[in-house]
């Protein structure tokens, strides 16, 4: 099964991420830079 896999619109860091990480995520921001995360920035379930 793939991971999730989102690009941080502030800092471009790609990620991936297991389901409720990526939830996490989404809440409270990029754990690199803090940044604005949304399900847009998702490319793949």
Partial sequence: MTMPTLTCP???T???LDEPAL???IDH???LCGGS???Q???SY
């Fill in 10 to 12: 502030g800092c471009t």
């Fill in 14 to 16: 790609r990620l991936e």
């Fill in 23 to 25: 939830e996490a995520t």
């Fill in 29 to 31: 921001g990029c754990p």
């Fill in 37 to 39: 995360i949304s399900e």
């Fill in 41 to 43: 920035n998702v490319m």
